[in-house]
């Protein structure tokens, strides 16, 4: 059974799996990583984990889900923003074949997300379905009768930067007012402090004093969840999918959350379509593996067709 690498770069970590065909886990590493160190940093640490894995479990082909929108024919991020400063250019498929002489793929990360939980989570059995991914910023995909919509610049289902506030707060896409800026991890950080006066380094800190009942992380989780609903009933409203999957960090804490997001979702039947990412944060890893996966049945297919000729 052929099994393949499917790695995940995130703002402040790359997480990554060597699975096989059915979706079994042979090996796993990861690395913090700090964005802000730039391109080789992040490369480097890309290389470290991608390496360990080999060493664990020898696979046939690499995966590589990425912020950004990513050109999934030449393995390129076409654009980036700062929050993964000189990403923008890289060519993440050509690095990676030529690093670890392997065919390799890559794809945006919200996209590689959906996939993974289309194949192994949430989405199993569905045709239609939409991603909604909230980490260091906010990711978004969506999938028509089966098949990933990219978009003709690759940006299909970039939800985070739709405008939820016109005029609203500055983004680091050049627009103001996008939702990246209201529901992503780094915005619930953000609105804690303006709401408590409290700083605050990780989420799970206004998760922790939200579960003891105090008033001012609830304050804030009721704030962000509003935000959040206005959001997912956009996307259901203009997508109509059969499930809206969230996916992320913040996902982890929704025993905390999930009620005070039901109550704000105003959208007819908008909240049985809303579903939590069964994989967590490995579902970008198993999307990215299921590309290096479907790059060799490609390959293969194409190595059938040229026998037969």
């Not at 969230?246 to 109550?263: P, S």
Request: aromatic share 6%.
């Amino acid at each position: 059974m052929r099994r393949v690498i499917g790695v995940d770069i995130g703002g402040t970590a790359i997480k990554g799996l060597v699975l096989d065909e059915m979706g079994n886990v042979w090996a796993e590493a990861g690395s913090v990583t700090e964005a802000r160190q730039g391109r080789e940093a992040i490369l480097g640490k890309l290389y470290t984990v991608i390496r360990e894995l080999l060493e664990a479990c020898p696979a046939e082909a690499i995966g590589i889900a990425s912020a950004g929108r990513v050109n999934t024919g030449s393995g390129e991020v076409v654009y980036a923003t700062d929050n993964l400063p000189g990403w923008q250019g890289v060519q993440l498929a050509g690095w990676a074949e030529a690093t670890f002489a392997l065919p390799a793929a890559a794809d945006n990360d919200a996209n590689a997300a959906l996939l993974g939980e289309a194949w192994q989570g949430a989405g199993r059995g569905r045709r239609s379905l939409a991603m909604l991914t909230l980490g260091t910023g906010v990711g978004g995909a969506f999938m028509i009768e089966g098949v990933l919509s990219r978009g003709k610049r690759w940006s299909g289902g970039d939800f985070g930067h739709s405008i939820l506030f016109p005029g609203g707060r500055p983004c680091n896409c050049g627009r103001r007012g996008c939702a990246e800026q209201y529901v992503s991890g780094s915005a619930l950080l953000r609105l804690g402090q303006e709401l408590t006066g409290r700083t605050y380094t990780h989420g799970s800190e206004i998760m922790a004093e939200a579960r003891r009942g105090e008033p001012g992380a609830l304050r804030v989780l009721n704030d962000y969840t509003t935000d959040l609903a206005v959001v997912l009933d956009n996307i259901a409203v203009t997508l109509d999918p059969e499930l809206i999957v969230i996916g992320g960090g913040v996902i982890h804490d929704r025993d905390v959350w999930w009620k005070l997001l039901k109550n704000g979702l105003q959208g007819e039947g908008v909240y049985p379509m809303v579903a939590a990412a069964e994989l967590g944060n490995r579902a970008g890893c198993f999307g990215a593996a299921k590309l290096a996966l479907d790059g060799l049945r490609r390959q293969a297919e194409s190595y059938e067709q040229e026998d037969t000729a």
